[in-house]
């Protein structure tokens, strides 16, 4: 639980410096302009939810859900990526990109079910 503390203020704190100070929260080989649009697509209270399920052992809402869909699966698998190559998680970087892909699949089964025909 200490663990998924700490990756939500990292989170937090990285949305916050990307939008106040854009050349301190990119690393020089990240797409600067894919980061920079994609925070801005999701709110913070649906970021966290998604970063609690992939990091942690949160689920995400539906709402939530819907939020990461319409952000797309590039800025999903980008954004979680760049997290999950934190120092402190690339020792299990892969199990989080496994649990990304499996909330981005609940995601999109969820949004289609509540689309209308």
């Not at 920079?36 to 995400?60: E, H, T």
């Not at 999903?76 to 690339?90: F, G, M, N, Q, W």
């Not at 199990?95 to 079910?113: F, G, I, M, P």
Request: aromatic content about 6%.
């Amino acid at each position: 639980m200490a663990k998924l503390k700490v990756i939500m203020v990292s989170f937090v704190i990285l949305v916050v410096a990307s939008t106040c100070i854009p050349s301190l929260a990119v690393e020089k080989n990240e797409p600067k302009k894919l980061w920079n649009q994609c925070v801005v697509k999701i709110s913070p209270k649906c970021a966290l939810n998604i970063i609690s399920q992939v990091f942690g052992s949160g689920v995400v809402s539906i709402p939530c859900c819907q939020e990461l869909v319409k952000e797309g699966k590039e800025c999903h698998d980008t954004l979680v990526k760049y997290i999950a190559e934190r120092p402190s998680l690339i020792g299990n970087e892969s199990k989080y990109l496994q649990k990304r892909d499996e909330v981005w699949a609940h995601c999109v089964s969820v949004s289609k079910a509540l689309s209308p025909a």
